[in-house]
């Protein structure tokens, strides 16, 4: 008799003992996929936002069942966003028609630079804890570990900032002077300066370092500027990859594909019923391109890009 009550009570622990596994396995599933609804807000189907909404729904479907909803708007005044959604805006455009959605929807914003999103933020009026983003921009940190990487004994680079990254001037002295460079800044205010200001960086044989400024770098200008610095034989390191294959020497970016799992890593990793959402940031996943024709065409040697990705990684340590 002892032994059969023994037994059971072998059994009845066993049986605690997997139900609160399963419990514990139940809860966490919850915690992890605490957004049953995502909806991925667009206003344009360039090849770099198509290849994130692709992958951001094959990250986001793979193992968690949420569904994934898609909007997209040319006006922002036709948005289709279900309740109980957490948004996804994908580009400036999106950003800002999703600033104008009710306080209590909350937001990503994606493929967006960072005074791009600060600006929306203080206009929409918005609480960050509900209006975040992954910043299009690489820090600067890692940016000048790039250029340390390839040019180890460079000691002074140029930059061109424009009205919207003139902010950043701080933030990047702060960085470069960690690593010993020396910036010399020339402020454009208006298209008609970009040339003379151009040249007068020329002048002084370095190397230029592009930073995001939509009155600087547009698709109308990236020809000038590249030939202008080319023609004085100053390499340029982009912020695209598409600035390097166009002919800077080097650029450290973050794909769409990479944006697209941090994305939905951040998505997953959300508690059950929080509304509050991660500070915006930069990336934390990048890569590297280097164009070596225009490295040899400027009669530059640069290591295997094997060895400068780690030497970033080792930086940001």
């Not at 004085?232 to 990479?258: D, E, L, N, R, T």
Request: hydrophobic share 45%.
């Amino acid at each position: 008799m002892v032994l059969m009550q023994s037994f059971f009570k072998s059994i009845s622990s066993r049986l605690r003992a997997q139900l609160s596994v399963l419990l514990c396995l139940s809860i966490l599933s919850c915690e992890a996929f605490a957004w049953s609804n995502v909806t991925i807000l667009t206003t344009n189907d360039t090849p770099a936002v198509s290849e994130f909404v692709k992958q951001l729904k094959l990250e986001i479907n793979e193992q968690s069942g949420i569904k994934v909803n898609l909007s997209k708007s040319d006006s922002g005044l036709s948005i289709n966003i279900p309740k109980d959604t957490l948004v996804i805006a994908v580009g400036t455009q999106a950003l800002t028609y999703a600033g104008n959605l009710d306080e209590s929807t909350p937001v990503i914003g994606v493929l967006v630079p960072k005074s791009s999103y600060e600006s929306i933020l203080k206009d929409s009026n918005r609480n960050p804890e509900h209006f975040s983003a992954i910043y299009l921009d690489q820090p600067f940190n890692r940016q000048l570990s790039l250029i340390k990487a390839i040019f180890p004994h460079l000691y002074s680079i140029g930059v061109l900032l424009g009205p919207v990254s003139q902010f950043q001037s701080n933030d990047l002295q702060s960085a470069a002077k960690k690593l010993n460079i020396d910036v010399n800044i020339r402020l454009v205010n208006k298209a008609d300066e970009l040339q003379f200001n151009l040249e007068k960086l020329m002048q002084v044989k370095r190397l230029l370092l592009a930073i995001p400024d939509p009155l600087i770098y547009t698709r109308e200008t990236a020809q000038t500027i590249l030939l202008t610095t080319y023609r004085h034989q100053v390499p340029v390191i982009g912020f695209s990859q598409s600035y390097a294959k166009s002919g800077a020497i080097a650029a450290v970016f973050s794909s769409p594909k990479q944006y697209a799992v941090e994305i939905a890593s951040t998505i997953k990793q959300l508690p059950k019923d929080q509304v509050i959402l991660p500070l915006a940031r930069a990336a934390n996943q990048f890569s590297i391109e280097i164009n070596r024709q225009v490295a040899r065409s400027l009669d530059i040697q640069i290591a295997d890009d094997a060895l400068i990705y780690q030497q970033i990684l080792k930086d940001e340590r």
